[in-house]
């Protein structure tokens, strides 16, 4: 089983706050993606990263941020939640020269 | 832009029956891997195909990767209540570097 950690697991919260998921990962890979995903549903790519410094935007339109400060450390930032962005939220990462991706558990984010 | 299609959606089977997923892409695929997720789980990878029309197993499980590799196929003998969950392929195009998820297979398995 890969080594990716994602907190919280679950987060409700009201409209209009400030949140940010964490996700990080012990293998040293240089690639990280932000999914997201609404139950029974496909998978959506918001974020990605090829390394530190390295951020981009995915196929799906997100209002959320990110940032690679760390290689280890991806997170995920919503300046202003809406509920419209209750859905789950999956982290995964993948090896320099491989593209198989291993998952965290994900955060299930409900804003009310 | 690219799209990766699934069928069928849902597939409620006995035990013991047999199960197939197809996957489809719109574009010619460099790979293509094949993920499950179960109830409430994440995505876990199970293979990677790279070579037209190539065969991989996993004991009851069956992967193909079509000549054209621009289809693919997951194949369950004599399924049973542990595979339940959604089954998701995920191509990799020559000209992007980006996994695109296909739309999943969930699969019922009643005993």
């Known amino acids: 089983e890969a080594d990716i950690y994602q907190t919280p697991r679950y987060l409700v919260i009201g409209t209009g706050k400030k949140i940010t998921l964490e996700c990080s990962q012990t293998m040293g890979h240089d690639k990280m993606y932000w999914y997201q995903q609404d139950p029974g549903m496909e998978l959506h790519l918001i974020h990605y990263s090829y390394g530190v410094n390295s951020t981009e935007k995915g196929d799906l339109s997100s209002e959320s941020t990110v940032s690679r400060i760390r290689t280890e450390h991806f997170p995920l930032t919503l300046e202003s939640a809406r509920p419209s962005h209750t859905s789950q939220y999956l982290c995964?990462?993948?090896?320099?020269?491989?593209?198989?991706?291993?998952f965290g558990p994900g955060t299930r984010l409900t804003v009310t | 832009g690219q799209q990766v299609m699934q069928i069928p959606q849902y597939q409620h089977v006995q035990e013991g029956e047999d199960f197939t997923t197809y996957c489809n892409s719109s574009t010619t695929l460099s790979n293509i891997q094949w993920y499950k997720q179960r109830p409430g789980g994440h995505p876990v990878f199970l293979i990677q195909?790279?070579?037209?029309?190539e065969v991989k197993k996993q004991k009851r499980l069956t992967f193909q990767f079509g000549e054209a590799k621009k289809n693919s196929s997951l194949h369950i003998t004599a399924t049973q209540t542990t595979d339940v969950g959604t089954y998701f392929c995920?191509?990799?195009?020559?000209?992007?570097?980006?996994?695109?998820f296909g739309t999943g297979t969930r699969l019922q398995v009643f005993p």
């Open positions: 995920a191509g990799l195009s020559y000209n992007t570097d980006k996994l695109i």
């Open positions: 995964a990462s993948s090896g320099q020269w491989s593209y198989e991706q291993y």
């Open positions: 195909l790279v070579k037209s029309g």
